[in-house]
């Protein structure tokens, strides 16, 4: 968050508060994610390959059908692990969530947020409230101290990083905040994980404001390559759009009419 980039954990949907500890058979974070952008890169390799060969006599590329949709590779990989190996952590964590869902929506709605940004929690922390990381990321957002003292949470004494309501709250307001900042939902993601201010340098030194194109740049970490389409995936499996469109973060129905949010398209 703040000043301070965070690393995607280990197991981050396991149910034990210990979350740098996989679960058992399932394999460490950091393998999942090298074999998930590992397959993307071959992917892209091949649908490049297969684009040239369909080019017409003129030498122009064939166009694809008004309706067609190509899914992101990165976002179909944690489908197939959040729906294979990953499933009962997931499962768990939805479970779990149903203690905090209405609270969540209240909080986002108040705070004239999508309430499709709960999904945000599930990758997070898997909606633990006592989940604490290496990095002394604590609660169902994983703040770090830094980040929830900005946004008002007290970390001495009675820690509110670990209070649902209260973190809730915080992250809503630092979700805003990024928003405000970036104007687009993917690079806001990418902040919340990696920080603003790195995702502000990779920006200036990219000719790219696309969050896709600046993850195969690169420039952002390889944790935050992955953060971004986790959490996309996850909210296209709770949401139940396993046989629908692509994942989409939809604009809010809120008083906020003067913020103007941008579509959340996993599908570029």
């Known amino acids: ?18 979350f740098a500890i996989a679960a058992e058979g399932t394999p460490p974070w950091e393998r999942v994610l090298d074999q998930f952008l590992a397959r993307a890169e071959a992917e892209r390799s091949d649908v490049a390959v297969r684009a040239s060969s369909t080019q ?4 122009q590329p064939s166009t694809l059908a008004p309706n067609s949709t190509a899914a992101n590779p990165q976002v179909e990989g944690f489908v197939r692990y959040f729906s294979g190996a990953g499933a009962r952590q997931f499962q768990i964590s939805q479970q779990r969530l149903e203690n905090y869902r209405a ?8 705070e004239g947020l999508p309430r499709n940004l709960m999904w945000v929690g599930l990758v997070e922390s898997g909606y633990n409230p006592l989940a604490r990381s290496p990095k002394n990321a604590v609660g169902i957002w994983q703040f770090i101290p830094e980040t929830a003292q900005t946004f008002g949470l007290r970390v001495d004494g009675a820690d509110e990083r670990s209070d649902p309501l209260k973190s809730t709250r915080a992250a809503a307001r630092y979700l805003k905040f990024l928003y405000a900042k970036f104007r687009d939902w993917p690079l806001v993601l990418a902040a919340y994980n990696a920080g603003e201010r790195r995702v502000q340098r990779a920006l200036e030194r990219s000719r790219t404001s696309d969050f896709w194109q600046l993850a195969e740049s690169g420039l952002l970490p390889r944790e935050t390559q992955a953060y971004v389409p986790a959490v996309l995936a996850a909210q296209f499996l709770g949401e139940g759009h396993l046989a629908k469109a692509a994942p ?14 941008a579509t959340f398209d996993a599908s570029r």
């Open 248 to 261: 989409t973060i939809h604009p809010a129905r809120s008083a906020t009419s003067q913020v103007v949010f």
């Open 103 to 110: 609270m969540i929506e209240e909080v986002l709605d108040q």
């Open 56 to 59: 017409t006599a003129s030498g």
């Open 1 to 18: 968050m703040v000043n301070t980039p965070r690393i995607l954990r280990t197991a981050v949907l396991i149910s034990a508060p210990n």
